[in-house]
């Protein structure tokens, strides 16, 4: 089997990914869509360990690392989530805007910032 | 071509496509029932490429774990069942293309760089139980323990968020 193969597979998966995160606005979408990111580079990881032979499976064990810190990242970013949700209702990624850059502080909700008009 | 690339070839094309339905359908459970098929193929995909111990610990972590966090975080948001139109960006389009530029350029890296070197899967060591084991506690025992922390830093983390309003009202 050719290494590029897995390698296009990887790097299709992570465009997929990348448009998920940008463009979905439910906040646990967006963390679906990084969790196919991180699934890229495993196989991208596991690919190399095939390849090269790897008498130290460096690969392979990455790969087992990267899918530990991922369910450490999605323990805390569900945490988060719901923590939004508590206290705004809603995990609309788009009306998140609690720490948006505004020029006058005491505009609660900037009417003309979604368009760049200030 | 061997069965096994058949067998490669038909995971990822399972892979990519329900992938894509992870970040297009208007369904949100629907979403992370596509995950579970997308997570599944990877994870035949790592069969085939002789990583056996990886294979399975993500059918634990990500298939077992993960999408049952997902869909719990789902429930717990109140997520509606039915389909939702507004669930993508108005200006998604400039999102795929950058989702689809930046899968372009890796494409070609990667198959520029790598256009001749050949997985000789004959001759790999499959990564079982038992050979994982020995590299990770012989070699990788350092990283292995730092991630340990890294773990127990994330779930104090966790809880701590999910008793703050405890603490507020209290």
């Known amino acids: ?118 | 071509m061997s069965w096994v690339e058949a067998i490669f070839l038909l995971l990822s094309g399972i892979a990519v496509v329900s992938a894509l339905l992870v970040v297009t359908t208007s369904h949100l459970v629907h979403a992370a029932l596509w995950l579970v098929v997308t997570l599944g193929s990877v994870a035949g995909v790592f069969l085939v490429l002789a990583a056996e111990f990886v294979a399975w610990v993500q059918v634990l972590i990500y298939v077992g774990a993960v999408v049952v966090l997902l869909l719990f975080a789902l429930m717990l948001t109140r997520a509606p069942t039915g389909p939702q139109p507004d669930l993508t960006v108005r200006r998604a389009v400039p999102a795929a293309v950058v989702g689809l530029l930046v899968a372009v350029l890796l494409g070609v890296t990667v198959v520029a760089g790598f256009q001749d070197v050949r997985i000789d899967l004959d001759r790999v060591v499959v990564g079982s139980a038992e050979v994982t084991g020995e590299t990770i506690f012989r070699r990788w025992v350092l990283p292995f323990e730092v991630l340990s922390v890294l773990l127990l830093a994330a779930l104090v983390g966790a809880i701590v968020l999910s008793r703050l309003r405890d603490r507020e009202d209290g």
């Open chain 1, 1 to 118: 089997m050719p290494l590029w193969w897995p390698l296009l597979l990887a790097s299709m998966l992570f465009g997929i990914g990348v448009y998920g995160v940008l463009a979905r606005r439910n906040a646990v979408l967006v963390l679906m869509g990084v969790e196919l990111m991180l699934n890229a580079v495993n196989i991208n990881l596991v690919a190399f360990d095939a390849a090269f032979r790897d008498v130290l499976h460096g690969g392979q064990t990455l790969a087992l690392f990267t899918i530990v810190i991922a369910a450490a990242e999605i323990g805390l970013a569900l945490a988060i989530v719901l923590l939004v949700f508590r206290s705004h209702g809603h995990i609309d990624v788009d009306r998140l805007r609690d720490l948006a850059d505004r020029d006058r502080l005491d505009l609660p909700e900037p009417r003309g910032a979604e368009r760049g008009v200030r």
